[in-house]
């Protein structure tokens, strides 16, 4: 089926990410991911072609554009170059939105213009080695003394975590609150008190740098709070949304990306004298595949089309994450599975599509608790 959600400027921004990748990212990717970092020059070059901040206001060198289809082709694009090392979703769709939306005038100015240079990478930190799915289990506290705070406590897996300049810290700042007594701090390199621990080892995003984060009594100036005082769960709800969508829109495109790969080699390798295309077998697990990743792009293309309208809700974007992801997770293992024993050798990209797919069920918020949201949306 022909998309019908993208216009010329969408395909001529296609063309620009394509060629931004060839040039400034896949020759340097395999030793990126030997560094287990990508460079900052990298960042510097995004926010030198304009792919940072695309829907950050030009005030502030940003692209000014509130159409999320133009995050879907950067994620659609990063995705079948087998190249996530290079967070740029992360910065623009799931950070970027936080600074937009609930940032200061002056934290504006302090702020955005790094953030679309890419001399300012960033991070959000809300997991910690206690709480992730359940974030009221959230121990990082922040203690008022007046004109700073004094923050106190560890962060884990944070993508982004070596590298950002720049990071909104989830902390307790009302101990007897639940989940009514959070805010979002920012944290920025330098501040003393403020440590990285070990750039994880992972099974796959070989190339992401997602680390530890340590405070002990960083003081954070008052000027840091981002949005409301102990609104940090509310300001997550609302902007976890599109962190989903995001997710799921590089779910369906490693989806069909690796049924695009999978054809063409069952097409050309040979057993027992034919080409495997030609076995039953073989074409019906591609038939299902194609049917699923068909029926999936159809609702997907729905809600980028809905989110950049402002229509759509948490309760769809749980719905498209949970399952554009794990369609990705079983088209990638059968995929691989097709493949043979070269489907395991790290080489060939459907091995990595294998690994670096692995993980996105679980960020972003599992599957688990998207059907939880969704099930609560329906049964209370
Ligand atoms: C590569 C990577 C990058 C990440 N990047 C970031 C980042 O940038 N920032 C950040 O803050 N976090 C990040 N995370 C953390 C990620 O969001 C969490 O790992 C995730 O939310 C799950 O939390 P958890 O690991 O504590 O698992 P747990 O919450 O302990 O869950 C374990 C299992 O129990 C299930 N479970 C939990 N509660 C329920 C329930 N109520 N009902 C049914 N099942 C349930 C879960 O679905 C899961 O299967 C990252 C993680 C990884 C691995």
């Known amino acids: 089926m022909k ?36 460079s900052r020059d990298a960042w510097r070059a995004a926010g030198k072609q304009g792919l940072l901040g695309l829907a950050v206001p030009e005030e502030y060198g940003g692209g000014g554009t509130a159409d999320f289809r133009y995050s879907a ?52 930190a809300m997991t910690e080695p206690g709480a992730g799915s359940d974030l009221q289990g959230i121990k990082t506290h922040a203690e008022d003394r007046g ?14 975590g070596i590298l950002a300049d720049l990071v909104i ?20 390199r330098g501040m003393d008190g403020f440590e990285r621990g070990r750039n994880l080892d992972k099974i796959g995003q070989k ?10 009594d960083v003081r954070v100036p008052k000027a840091n709070l981002l949005g409301e005082l102990n609104g940090a769960f509310v300001h997550l709800m609302t902007n976890l949304a599109q962190e989903r969508l995001s997710i799921a829109v590089s779910a369906i495109a490693a989806a069909e990306h690796l ?27 591609v038939a299902e595949m194609a049917t699923e990743c068909a029926v999936t792009r159809t609702f997907l293309d729905r809600c980028i089309t809905d989110h950049s309208d402002g ?26 599975q097709l493949h043979g024993g070269y489907g395991y050798m790290s080489e060939y990209p459907v091995a990595k599509a294998f690994t670096d797919g692995r993980i996105q069920t ?19």
Not at 148 to 159: A, D, E, R
Not at 362 to 380: A, D, H
């Open 3 to 38: 998309r019908q959600i993208f216009a010329p400027e969408h395909d001529a921004f296609r063309e620009t990410v394509r060629a931004f990748l060839a040039r400034e990212v896949l020759p340097y990717y395999e030793q990126w991911e030997k560094d287990g970092i990508v």
């Open 73 to 124: 082709v950067l994620a659609e694009e990063f995705t079948r170059a087998g190249a996530p090392g290079l967070a740029l979703g992360l910065h623009n769709d799931i950070i970027g939105p936080y600074l937009t939306s609930l940032a200061t005038e002056e934290q504006k100015r302090r702020w955005l213009p790094g953030f679309c240079d890419g001399s300012t990478i960033t991070a959000i």
């Open 147 to 160: 004109d700073h705070w004094v923050l106190n406590g560890s962060k884990t897996f944070i993508s982004n």
């Open 169 to 188: 810290v989830v902390a307790r700042t009302t101990p007897e609150g639940g989940a009514r007594g959070l805010s979002l701090l920012v944290v920025e």
């Open 207 to 216: 190339a992401q740098d997602t680390a530890e984060l340590f405070f002990t």
């Open 259 to 285: 049924l695009e790969i999978t054809t063409d080699y069952v097409k050309e390798r040979e057993a027992f004298g034919r080409p495997l295309a030609t076995k039953q077998h073989i074409r019906f697990e």
């Open 311 to 336: 229509t759509l809700d948490a309760v769809h974007a749980s719905m498209a994450k949970w399952w554009a992801t794990e369609l990705q997770k079983r088209v990638a293992d059968r995929c691989l």
């Open 362 to 380: 679980i960020y972003g918020g599992t599957t688990e608790i998207m059907k939880e949201i969704i099930g609560r949306s329906l049964l209370g």
